[in-house]
């Protein structure tokens, strides 16, 4: 049995007006439950650090270069690295990043239990758009604030565990776990800024956004036998409600641990990471059942070509 108790940290709003140490003092929090609870590593959201500032439309790239981190650790996170080090908790949390190059990039880390960053994954699938758009109900500029990552989906071994990460949008899309799955993952982490309402159809609230969340972490545990913990950021920040649904789910796709609030939340689960053995190596054996001579399309074509 090779058991990591992972704690996913969910965390409530940030409003615009919240400082970084505020955040953090909240995250530190966190930790220490954390630690009463057991735990060997605790995953935190996508952006975790700020507000969810894509949310609102700047033209100052001076004012837009206020929500990013030129460095890892810095002042303000310090504190953090240090309550994990001295806990024994390795971490992963996201941040935007804002490289010495100056490229911007939504990223996450995975540290080891001494507070080393030992992983860093930019986020792929950037959802939303670039230009302020009127037909919205608010606005998802990702696509003007970040660049699509750069690092590909690596898997890092880390406490005994083959671990990968991916962010938010990231977590739809069967591609993201496949190319871990192929690396043999056995640990899945993702943090999530998901708004309760889809802000091009006001019909489509909470109930089907939870749902379609569990359902791409659950078939993605199930389908490349790995252990999936997505963790939100959720609540209301400045009047923009966010979805919770935190969980961690395990190699055949049940959900051991879920969030029940839209607040600072910390879920727990014991994750054997021999759970993953059967899967990978019967239904899912990949070596065995993959058939990649009939996979082309999905490297050399992005979207659909409908047939003659
Ligand atoms: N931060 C995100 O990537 N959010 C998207 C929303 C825009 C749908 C998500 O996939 O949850």
Request: aromatic letters at 10%; hydrophobic letters at 40%.
């Amino acid at each position: 049995m090779r058991e990591i108790v992972i704690g996913g940290a969910q965390m409530g709003p940030i409003q615009k007006a919240d400082t970084r140490e505020e955040v953090v003092d909240r995250m530190i929090a966190l930790l220490q439950q954390a630690k009463g609870a057991g735990c060997d590593l605790v995953v935190f959201p996508e952006l975790c650090l700020t507000t969810f500032f894509p949310r609102w439309y700047m033209e100052d790239q001076a004012e837009v270069d206020q929500w990013f981190e030129r460095e890892m650790p810095n002042a303000a996170t310090a504190p953090l690295f240090a309550a994990a080090r001295e806990a024994q908790i390795a971490i992963s949390f996201g941040y935007a990043e804002l490289t010495p190059e100056g490229r911007h990039f939504n990223t996450s880390i995975l540290t080891d239990r001494d507070g080393n960053i030992v992983g860093k994954y930019r986020k792929t699938h950037l959802p939303g758009h670039s230009e302020f758009d009127h037909d919205r109900a608010f606005q998802h500029l990702e696509k003007r604030y970040f660049e699509p990552g750069d690092t590909g989906f690596q898997v890092w071994r880390n406490m005994d565990a083959i671990m990968g990460m991916c962010i938010c949008n990231d977590r739809r899309w069967p591609e993201t776990y496949r190319v871990m799955g192929l690396q043999g993952v056995e640990l899945v982490m993702l943090g999530y800024n998901t708004p309760s309402v889809n802000s091009q159809d006001s019909v489509e609230g909470l109930e089907k956004r939870l749902y379609h969340s569990e359902l791409s972490m659950t078939s993605a545990a199930y389908q490349n036998a790995t252990w999936v913990v997505g963790v939100a950021k959720a609540g209301d920040e400045d009047g923009h409600p966010l979805m919770g649904g935190s969980m961690i789910v395990d190699p055949n796709g049940y959900v051991m641990a879920r969030a029940e609030t839209e607040g600072d939340e910390l879920i727990v689960h014991a994750c054997d990471m021999d759970a993953c053995s059967f899967g990978k190596s019967t239904i899912f054996d990949f070596a065995r059942h993959r058939r990649i001579e009939h996979y082309g399309l999905i490297c050399s074509q992005t979207g659909v070509v409908l047939p003659d």
